[in-house]
């Protein structure tokens, strides 16, 4: 297998995508499950939580395994072949087997949003531990973002055992078969202080003039753990890239009256969608810049 894939990069290419479609859909499970796993414990340690009505939150085993998917409309169990990645979206029309209500046209945008960009992944860096790295961090990177979205909230569970990971990745330098990940420990290490550092200055120097929270303490974390996967030289160019993204979305929305003032907008997005980007061509765009400015 190895050797094929060596030898064929575009039977690694397809082999990866429809690989990420079965991962894109436990994705989605990841990203509705893990924020009520959170506040069921949260509600076992915390008396302000405990006073929360019951019947909001679901009783009984409740994780990423049990109990099965179900519509949340009917609670009709969904069916291996009603789980299809894509394709089930498709035939169902859309809609739930049971009892005819729609089903969100997230679910598969996230299934082949997840196949598409594990294939460019596989595309970039060729079949490899790289790519393995890569496609891991891919698969991270969007389920952060969608639960950051939803509830504006970074978890703990999801971000910390990826600083970890880019920490330990670099115990691997050098790879003679990696370009971009598996860097050296000190630059991983100096990533990791300074992507959490930068972000947690500019907070609370935020903070200190305007009296108001302008990020959470899961951004520091998260560019943390693009530092220590990337290294810190990556850090301006994921910063830069996010703060301008971000600022003009954030404008357009208010805008455009789809986003009130005092509502926050998740940061999160923005430097995972930034982070991905210098994974793949963070060194091009430097290099074309510097050739640029010169």
Excluded at 15 to 29: E, I, K
Excluded at 121 to 137: C, D, N, Q, T, Y
Aim: glycine content about 8%.
């Amino acid at each position: 297998m190895q050797a094929l894939f060596s030898q064929s990069p575009s039977l690694f290419i397809a082999a990866a995508f429809f690989f990420a479609l079965l991962v894109g859909s436990f994705l989605n499970v990841v990203i509705y499950r893990l924020p009520v796993m959170m506040e069921r414990a949260w509600r076992e340690q915390c008396d302000e939580l405990a006073a929360t009505p019951a019947n909001e939150l679901p009783e009984g085993r409740f994780d990423l395994i049990a109990p099965r998917s179900r519509c949340p409309s009917c609670g009709q169990p969904i069916t291996a072949m009603q789980n299809i990645p894509v394709l089930s979206y498709l035939l169902l029309g859309g809609k739930c087997a049971g009892c005819g209500t729609k089903i969100a046209l997230r679910y598969p945008v996230i299934e082949l949003l997840t196949a598409l960009l594990s294939a460019i992944v596989a595309w970039r860096f060729g079949f490899g531990w790289e790519a393995l790295a890569a496609i891991m961090m891919t698969w991270t990177l969007i389920a952060i973002s969608v639960i950051d979205i939803d509830h504006q909230y970074i978890y703990d569970n999801v971000v910390l055992p990826l600083i970890w990971a880019g920490l330990a990745l670099s115990l691997f330098h050098p790879m003679e078969t990696a370009s971009t990940l598996f860097i050296d420990p000190k630059s991983a290490i100096v990533g990791a202080l300074a992507g959490y550092l930068s972000l947690w200055s500019v907070y609370h120097l935020f903070r200190l003039l305007t009296g108001k929270e302008g990020m959470g303490y899961g951004d520091f974390k998260l560019l943390a753990a693009l530092g220590a996967w990337l290294g810190w030289s990556a850090l301006p160019l994921i910063i830069l890239m996010s703060a301008v993204v971000g600022a003009v979305v954030g404008i357009l929305l208010i805008v455009f009256k789809q986003h009130e003032r005092s509502v926050p907008i998740p940061f999160g997005p923005y430097l995972a969608a930034a982070g991905w980007i210098a994974m793949l061509w963070g060194s091009d765009i430097t290099n074309w810049y510097l050739d640029y400015m010169s």
